[in-house]
């Protein structure tokens, strides 16, 4: 089965500070790849998602990930971060055939103003 | 309004009750999930169903039990065989495909005193 390594599990930047969350999986075929996003007593959301083509995917807010095959990562960008950013970030894979997603551990990102 | 209900919000039980969580949909979707969020562990797969009347255990069936008797509702049941049971517990529900999204509820705190 796969599965899905975070491996920041607390990150702390300052307003327009540049951000990158790493996630890296197991899984030796083809994977889909999220990026959900759960701001403090909201629901998880979706950022962005990637199936196939341009590895590089653009989501809401002004984020990015990068899918990089030959490094089973899918990092998740962006290049100047605001307090409302403030929230914890879930790397999630499954595979085409099922619908058994696998989510990473979660990195809290905490943005001061 | 389109979207997942769960019910209550926090719930406090004594150590040897079962318990039993709602979770409700209005999006016609035929998937439906529920995971498990600890901290610093992310989601866990608790339960899966992707039709009526049918379900798969995910990674942490063990006491925890589920039924499916209608497209809309996926009842999740925390048995008193299920050895650590506080904890959030996030439903969720998707179209059928690994390349659709899971939308999830706002969660239900569960608390075993």
């Known amino acids: 089965a796969q599965s899905v390594s975070q491996h920041n599990h607390h990150v702390i930047l300052s307003e327009a500070a540049s951000l990158e969350l790493g996630c890296n999986y197991s899984?030796?075929?083809?994977?889909?790849l999220f990026w959900y996003v759960q701001y403090p007593g909201q629901h998880l959301q979706l950022l962005l998602k990637?199936?196939?083509?341009?590895?590089l995917v653009k989501g809401i807010k002004g984020f990015e990930a990068e899918f990089i095959k030959s490094k089973f990562s899918f990092n998740l960008r962006k290049p100047s971060v605001q307090w409302s950013d403030t929230a914890e970030y879930f790397c999630?894979?499954?595979?085409?055939?099922?619908?058994?997603?696998?989510f990473g551990a979660g990195t809290r990102l905490t943005v001061k103003p | 309004d389109g979207g997942i209900t769960q019910s209550p919000k926090y719930l406090f039980r004594k150590e040897g009750q079962n318990v039993t969580l709602s979770c409700e949909q209005n999006l016609n979707h035929d998937a439906m999930y529920w995971y498990r969020q600890d901290p610093g562990q992310g989601l866990r797969l608790i339960y899966y169903?992707?039709?009526?009347?049918?379900?798969q255990k995910g990674d942490i069936a063990e006491g925890y039990s589920v039924s499916r008797e209608k497209k809309e509702s996926f009842p999740l049941t925390v048995t008193s065989a299920q050895k650590n049971p506080t904890a959030f517990y996030l439903c969720?529900?998707?179209?059928?495909?690994?390349?659709?999204?899971?939308?999830f509820g706002p969660g239900t705190r569960l608390t075993v005193l």
């Open positions: 990637y199936f196939s083509g341009d590895p």
């Open positions: 169903s992707q039709i009526v009347n049918d379900f």
């Open positions: 899984y030796g075929g083809t994977v889909n």
């Open positions: 969720a529900s998707s179209i059928i495909g690994s390349y659709n999204e899971q939308f």
């Open positions: 999630a894979v499954n595979a085409p055939h099922n619908n058994d997603m696998r």
